[in-house]
Structures are given as structure tokens and as C-alpha cells.
């Protein structure tokens, strides 16, 4: 069984550019998460869809990040006008019931 | 301990010695989830303990859970060279949407061959 892929592996920005991170879910998961994980911290969650219906997104910043997952699968996460302070690993994980199975991430480092 | 820290705290331990790494958390869970993060990999779960166990074992894993104290131990019996990673404790805000996960800090576990 293939596990959770995510693309790119690594991504160097100038602040204020733009990029998007992709994930692909295990096959038959309908819950998909997206963390942000600073060098040394734990992974925070940035927000969680049940199939393609955003169930929290409290903790997204939300005038510069959004997520969408438009058919329950895939998903995508976006950052506008990135700046110094997201430098971070981005982990998208998978779950059907309580075990949540993670990516390798989106290490990102902005300049 | 590794709850309300916000930085990794780190242990160096012979292989062969046991370790403790400790988890205190501040809000009410049914659920600790323990994960094991090797460099330049996403976290893994190793073992999950529920309220109503005390204690949870995996091979040379030992979890315990204190619910009246609110506070979770993982303990590797007779720690190995493959046993360095990072590990993460996470309390579990279930509801019926599923997981909701809250990560400590973590522990950056180094077993000295």
C-alpha cells in the first residue's frame, strides 16, 4: 500500500512569493490534515477536512494560507506572499480512524 | 517532560540502557498517541494508549497513562543504535469529524553505540 506522497520535497522562496504544496492521501482515507512544523517544535495544525468539507481551519492564517481538497482526494495547500517566519516543514497526514499516517513533508525555507 | 515546552528537549543514553520520556498535558483526552520522527521523515505512530488502559506495551515500548494526573510515559527498555529519533507525544481531541491532534514538544532521543 502506497503511503501519504507529497511534492515538492523542498522549496526556497523569496519573501513575498507565492508557492503551493500538493499532497496525496492514502487510497480510501477520508480525513486529511495539514501541519506546519518549525526546526525542534512538535508538527501545529494548520487545518483538517472530512472528504472535501473543511471541518477546522481555526489555525490558518488565513489572509495568506488556504487549502483546498476540491474532490475529497488530493489536496493542496497555498501560501500567498510568503514571509521569513513560515519557514518550516509542512506534513500533510491521512486517517480513517484514529491513526493519522504522515507524509515525508514540504521542507520550506523562506529567505 | 514534554508538554508546554515549545522546543525539542533533548536525552543521550548508552545503547542498552532504559529510557523515560515523560508527557504531561493540559486539557482532557480519551487518547495519547505516541510517534516516533526519524530525520527527514513525517512522524510515525509506535503505540496508543486509551483512558481505559494504564499501561500499553509494543515489543520494548512501554506507554502509561495517569489520567487524575494528566500525564503519559513512553519507555524503551534496553535502548538500541536504531532506537535515536525524535518522539512525540499528542493528546487526541476525538470527535465525530475523527482525530484531532495535539503535539508536545518532543524529545530528541540520541542511544550513544
Known amino acids: 500500500e502506497a503511503g501519504v506522497t507529497q511534492s515538492p520535497r523542498y522549496a526556497v522562496l523569496q519573501e513575498g512569493q507565492a508557492v503551493s504544496f500538493w499532497c496525496d492521501p492514502i487510497?480510501?482515507?477520508?480525513?486529511l490534515y495539514w501541519y506546519q512544523q518549525p526546526r525542534d517544535q512538535g508538527p501545529q495544525l494548520l487545518v483538517y477536512f472530512r472528504d472535501e468539507a473543511v471541518i477546522d481551519n481555526s489555525q490558518l492564517p488565513s489572509d495568506r494560507f488556504s487549502a483546498v481538497r476540491p474532490k475529497g482526494t488530493n489536496s493542496t495547500l497555498k501560501i500567498q506572499s510568503a514571509k521569513q517566519g513560515d519557514t518550516a516543514t509542512y506534513l500533510c497526514a491521512s486517517s480513517s480512524r484514529y491513526e493519522q499516517y504522515f507524509g515525508p513533508g514540504t521542507r520550506l525555507t523562506v529567505l | 517532560s514534554q508538554w508546554g515546552e515549545e522546543n525539542l528537549q533533548a536525552l543521550s543514553i548508552q545503547e542498552g540502557e532504559d529510557v523515560t520520556m515523560n508527557c504531561s498535558y493540559k486539557t482532557y483526552t480519551t487518547v495519547v498517541h505516541w510517534y516516533r520522527q526519524d530525520s527527514g521523515r513525517g512522524p510515525a505512530l509506535i503505540i496508543l494508549i486509551r483512558s481505559n488502559e494504564r499501561e500499553k506495551r509494543s515489543g520494548r515500548l512501554r506507554a502509561t497513562l495517569d489520567t487524575s494526573s494528566q500525564s503519559s510515559s513512553l519507555s524503551i527498555t534496553a535502548a538500541q543504535c536504531e532506537d535515536t529519533a525524535v518522539y512525540f507525544c499528542a493528546t487526541d481531541e476525538n470527535n465525530n469529524a475523527g482525530a484531532k491532534l495535539t503535539f508536545g514538544g518532543g524529545t530528541r532521543l540520541t542511544v550513544r553505540p
Open positions: 487510497s480510501g482515507h477520508d480525513t
